[in-house]
């Protein structure tokens, strides 16, 4: 094993330009990677690649070809240059499955140095805390560890790639469910095109032994990454995934538009808890990731429960919103989320609550921080259909400016369609204090200290819901992220 | 060894452009505690805030020495660490943040700062035990966030404590009695009487006589147009109490002459 299988072998990547599209249809599944640009020869490419059914070719050719009739949106407070989907190459993978790793040792040495940098040992990690790492990189898994242990608890936790082939009916019946292939401009395009992702099944009644935890990476150049991560919770079962995302300094932007699915059943939980990383720009805008991610849980039995935690502080522009669609009655949604924004990045990001079972309930804690020239929006759909009866949501949203050349936006959008509903909404705006700061200094604490434990401070109510060890790795996130922001 | 902890010289300072500081001059030596009074907006805080090196206080003119260092090239949390405390007139509320959390935060920079290992929790919390009692700080209030929720008295109680574990060698207590109760007021006094010591000299600025009888300075000045306008000993926080800060106005000039030649301070005062 060489750590070369994770960079692009350009002249296997001429070799293929130069050969001839054959009835139409690319015959090269051995190659590496898909020349830039996208049409129909490209999305039947990738499903041949991976040897998938036809009825997936077909889900995927339905979307592109819902796709071809949409537009990106516009309406979120971003500037955004646009972008040239037929400039991007939309597969990426290493030389072959006997060639890829089978195990942690086999990863790429400096894969790990990396995830070291980042305070994330990921072996001590996994041996240690016990917890089970499917780390995928360049779009296809490289390492999954305690799949036996899961497999005795019945958990299926597997590449999404892996279940296709394996649990094709579990996936046929759910994937689109949550968010259809036509939902939005970038969920049809990753529904065209995804490449792979992680798949998680817990089977009724069960509470999963572990936290999951995936570890995402952008690695080879001027490559799209479309993961694609369904997650089911059968009747009465539990299950915490953890999501973290790495990638180290590059120059081009990239877009990176995945799709994330869970659906609860009835009195199931689903703990979905993202760390953000991904390369931000450098301090004059140039160069960053795009982060354009539709996740969506539905809570589709009684009493079930969706709880997202996010803290974004990478990419150049973010456009997320985790959101719940409370359908089943006492359903419960929450949307936890801190999201920073330093030199130039640009977040819109929030969540969209839609209750539609009657006494569902939903809570939101957004806390927003802009600096340097940071744009932060929050953006927040609480919508009560008329069979909501005694609905209730509670939406607190803070912003923390850092200097006076950021900026932070609100846009709460409240519609309610049944008159025994509650919502609640509380917003504030502050700027990081002089006097805190000056205060913490004349205790002897430096100003970098300073600021990154009063921005701690700020977001303790999010980093409490975070499983113990990502919380310090977020809080270590927010030092980075903030270094340099004042003085 | 000189005994001198603080000497300012001549000191003029201005915040947002307005000049506030005209000329004042201060001599502290360790082991004294000194009162500043005077009238609302004389510039009582704006004077500590110069010594802890507020940013926006410029100094226009002027000297402070502190230890015989050049006390304004030092950046505010490097002052801090040299010994310097100021308890705030108002102290800030940090959210989030746990009140023990951010003392030690504080001591360990400090300790960092003069080669000193840092403590850890367990090493921590049994150095703040006794002195938590002292000032009757309860569990409940070191498990709060800093300041966020404390009553007034809840809040100076903390800045005595943190004083307390901190140690410095030059502490400015700015209106520490402020919206305090008699038995509140009797609790920080001896939070700070327990503190003095020959090494320590304390700057303690009030409004009111009140505090210096459970704080018996050793100097008392007056401060007026921007200026040490009368300085004397404890008889002259008295005088003020009974005539108020008026007369300075008026026989200001006299008052002032009489104090700053007379050696033997609250007499030539009184008597001007
Ligand atoms: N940050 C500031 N900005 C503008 N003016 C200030 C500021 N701090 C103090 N001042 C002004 O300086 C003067 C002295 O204030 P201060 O030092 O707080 O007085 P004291 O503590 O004696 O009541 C007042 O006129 C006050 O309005
Ligand atoms: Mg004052």
């Known amino acids: 094993m060489n750590s070369d299988q994770i960079t692009v072998d350009t002249s296997s990547v001429d070799r293929f330009v130069q050969q001839k599209y054959k009835h139409g249809f690319v015959t090269d599944i051995e190659s590496e990677t898909v020349p830039p640009g996208l049409n129909e020869e490209t999305v039947r490419w990738i499903s041949a690649r991976k040897g998938e059914p036809e009825w997936l070719t077909e889900w995927r050719l339905q979307a592109y070809r819902n796709w071809l009739t949409m537009q990106a949106p516009d309406w979120a407070h971003l500037k955004i240059e646009p972008i040239d989907f037929q400039a991007i190459s939309y597969f990426s993978a290493p030389k072959s499955d006997k060639d890829r790793p089978q195990s942690l040792d086999e990863v790429d040495p400096k894969l790990l140095e990396t995830y070291d940098k980042l305070g994330v040992p990921l072996h001590e990690r996994a041996r240690l805390a016990g917890v089970a790492v499917d780390a995928v990189f360049d779009s296809v898994s490289v390492g999954t560890t305690f799949r036996e242990e899961l497999k005795k608890a019945g958990v299926i936790f597997c590449s999404f790639s892996e279940a296709v082939r394996d649990y094709p009916e579990l996936v046929r019946q759910h994937l689109g469910t949550v968010v259809p292939p036509r939902d939005n401009f970038f969920a049809a395009l990753n529904s065209a095109v995804f490449s792979d992702g992680s798949f998680v099944y817990i089977p009724r009644g069960v509470r999963c032994p572990m936290e999951l935890s995936t570890y995402f990476r952008i690695n080879a150049a001027e490559t799209g990454q479309f993961e694609r991560t369904l997650i089911i919770a059968e009747d009465k079962s539990y299950v915490s995934y953890l999501e973290g995302c790495t990638a180290p300094m590059r120059d081009e932007n990239q877009l990176h538009a995945a799709v994330v699915e869970l659906v609860a059943l009835e009195d199931a939980e689903i703990k979905y808890s993202t760390v953000q990383n991904w390369y931000p720009g450098d301090e004059e805008g140039k160069g960053g990731i795009y982060n354009f991610v539709t996740k969506r849980g539905m809570c589709r039995g009684d009493r079930s429960k969706i709880s997202w935690t996010q803290v974004e502080t990478g990419s150049a522009i973010t456009w997320k919103y985790p959101s719940c669609v409370l359908r089943g009655e006492r359903s419960v949604g929450e949307f936890y989320s801190v999201a920073l924004t330093n030199n130039f990045q640009q977040a819109d990001t929030g969540t969209k609550m839609i209750h539609i079972g009657r006494d569902t309930r939903s809570k939101i804690i957004s806390k927003g921080i802009s600096a340097g020239r940071g744009q932060n929006a929050y953006r927040g759909l609480v919508r009560v259909a008329k069979t909501a009866k005694n609905a209730r949501n509670f939406t607190q949203c803070d912003s923390m400016l850092i200097g006076k050349r950021c900026g932070a936006h609100t846009f709460p959008y409240i519609e309610v369609g049944n008159p025994t509903a509650k919502v609640e909404h509380e917003a504030t705006t502050s700027r990081i204090g002089e006097d805190q700061l000056f205060y913490c200094l004349q205790r002897g604490i430096s100003e970098e200290d300073a600021v990154s434990m009063i921005v701690d401070g700020f977001c303790k109510q999010v980093f409490r819901e975070l499983p113990m060890e990502f919380a310090v790795e977020a809080k270590a996130l927010l030092e980075v992220s903030l270094e340099g922001a004042v003085g | ?272």
């Not at chain 2, 005595?160 to 700015?174: G, K, R, S, T, Y």
């Not at chain 2, 939070?191 to 003095?196: F, K, L, Y």
Request: glycine share 12%; aromatic share 6%.
């Open chain 2, 1 to 272: 060894m000189d005994k001198a902890m603080l000497k300012v010289r001549n000191l003029h300072a201005s915040v947002e452009g307005k000049q506030i500081l005209n000329g004042l001059d201060l001599e502290v030596n360790a082991g004294e505690v000194h009162a500043i009074m005077g009238p609302n907006g004389s510039g009582k805080s704006t004077l500590a805030s110069v010594i802890a090196g507020r940013e926006g206080y410029e100094v226009t003119d002027g000297q402070v020495l502190y230890r015989g260092r050049d006390l304004l090239e030092l950046e505010p949390e490097e002052r801090a660490c040299e010994g310097i405390f100021l308890a705030f007139q108002y102290p800030v509320e940090i959210p989030g943040v746990n009140n023990t959390y951010f003392l030690r935060a504080a001591l360990n920079a400090q300790r960092k700062y003069r080669g000193e290992p840092e403590l850890d929790s367990m090493q921590f919390l049994k150095l703040i035990r006794g002195k938590l009692e002292i000032l009757h700080i309860s569990d409940d209030l070191m498990h709060r966030a800093v300041n966020e929720g404390f009553s007034g008295g809840e809040k100076k109680r903390n800045e005595i404590f943190q004083m307390a574990v901190l140690e410095p060698a030059l502490a400015i207590l700015d209106e520490t009695d402020s919206g305090l109760d008699i038995d509140a007021l009797k609790l920080v006094a001896e939070g700070v009487n327990r503190q003095r010591s020959p090494d320590r000299a304390m700057i303690v600025v009030t409004h009111y006589q009140r505090l210096l009888e459970y704080i018996v300075p050793d100097r008392v000045h007056v401060l007026s147009g921007g200026r040490i306008a009368a300085s004397g000993d404890a008889d002259l926080a008295l005088k003020l109490e009974e005539e108020g800060y008026s007369w300075l106005a008026e026989g200001g000039i006299q008052a002032l002459e009489g104090a700053e030649t007379g050696s033997g301070g609250a007499g030539a005062a009184a008597g001007a």
